[in-house]
């Protein structure tokens, strides 16, 4: 009978759920909302029950599934599989998800961090396909990180490593969610985008004044990201600051890691035409020569499904004994 892992990325506004063929094919999928304001004990039963019907869906199909990996946001204690908080869950604290889960579905499962699980998706079957040392940034609403080491992900001691969002690349910038000044995901995340281009709205023309006529406080960074498209200054400048402190951060990551490849996904690569040339200055002004030259910058290819697969391939890796988590 053949073999599959169940991947499952645990996300603030959708739960998707996917059989993953040991080689890191989706062999179906679903995905439903996750719906946290009516929370905790809810999600967790959502979860279940799409669980639930991914394995028997697999049974049916004649395959065995061998395992769960979960990809959820926040900090977790990867090998007590809980979550200790989570911004995108609010009233998730000290949650023992892996026993939860284990206790209704039946087989091993892994509780990862979901940038490192989306990491280890890319590092896979995805941009990274190959790389022993990869770096791959979220760059969503936040800032996300996951680091690959060795073949492996990087957890540091308390299994809270590669928050590389919060890395400070300006000193003297705008206060982080998190209580610093300067942040990376201040400028590189969408949230960080649009809040810098409203701040500049109020003394400088825009195709958004005349698009939104008053309303500019409801465009997203989609919308920033077409104006620069169609040569909006504004929205240019701003994207243009994005890149050069993405940069500086990127730098900073190849000069302590030396990695073969850093991956960036997310919603703001939808504008990588526009920053990734000021990214690669940066970095070329920066790094050392020879770390530079190693470390390829891509852009991601599992787009949605990188945190199944990655979750998928977290509870492969534990399977075949490279860590002692199930």
């Known amino acids: 009978m053949k073999k599959s892992i169940i991947g499952v990325d645990l996300g603030g506004t959708n739960i998707r759920v996917a059989a993953i063929s040991m080689q890191g094919s989706v062999l179906h999928r679903t995905k439903q909302s996750t719906d946290p304001e009516a929370g905790k004990d809810l999600v967790i039963e959502k979860l279940l029950q799409m669980l639930e019907r991914s394995v028997q869906r697999e049974r049916e199909a004649g395959r065995r599934p061998q395992a769960v990996g979960i990809g959820a946001p926040g900090v977790i204690y990867v090998r007590r599989g809980v979550i200790v908080s989570s911004p995108n869950l609010p009233d998730w604290v000290e949650v023992p998800l892996k026993a939860i889960v284990r206790r209704r579905i039946s087989l091993p499962v892994v509780v990862e961090n979901d940038a490192n699980a989306a990491a280890y998706g890319e590092k896979w079957v995805g941009a990274g396909k190959?790389?022993?040392?990869?770096?791959?940034?979220?760059?969503?609403?936040?800032?996300?990180?996951?680091?690959?080491?060795?073949?492996?992900?990087?957890?540091?001691?308390?299994?809270?490593?590669?928050?590389?969002?919060?890395?400070?690349?300006?000193?003297d910038g705008p206060q982080c969610?998190?209580?610093?000044?300067?942040?990376?995901?201040?400028?590189?995340?969408?949230?960080?985008?649009?809040?810098?281009?409203?701040?500049r709205l109020i003394r400088e023309d825009s195709i958004l004044k005349t698009s939104f006529q008053g309303r500019e406080d409801v465009?997203?960074?989609?919308?920033?990201?077409?104006?620069?498209?169609?040569?909006?200054?504004?929205?240019?400048?701003?994207?243009?600051?994005?890149?050069?402190?993405?940069?500086i951060g990127i730098a900073n990551m190849v000069n302590t890691f030396n990695p073969q490849i850093i991956v960036l996904s997310g919603g703001v690569t939808a504008a990588w035409r526009d920053f990734i040339p000021i990214v690669k200055e940066e970095v070329t002004v920066r790094a050392f020569?020879?770390?530079?030259?190693?470390?390829?910058?891509?852009?991601?290819?599992l787009g949605d499904d990188a945190g199944v697969i990655g979750a998928a391939g977290a509870a492969l890796q534990a399977m075949k004994g490279r860590n002692h988590w199930l």
């Open 177 to 199: 969610k998190c209580g610093n000044t300067g942040c990376l995901e201040v400028y590189a995340s969408a949230t960080g985008i649009v809040r810098e281009v409203k701040r």
């Open 289 to 301: 020569k020879v770390p530079r030259i190693r470390a390829k910058i891509v852009r991601a290819k």
């Open 219 to 247: 465009f997203s960074a989609r919308d920033v990201f077409r104006a620069a498209k169609a040569g909006d200054l504004v929205c240019l400048r701003v994207i243009h600051q994005m890149g050069r402190y993405l940069g």
């Open 130 to 171: 190959g790389a022993d040392s990869l770096i791959c940034l979220t760059l969503g609403t936040g800032v996300g990180g996951g680091i690959i080491l060795n073949g492996r992900v990087w957890h540091g001691e308390d299994g809270m490593a590669a928050e590389l969002g919060h890395t400070t690349v300006n000193p």
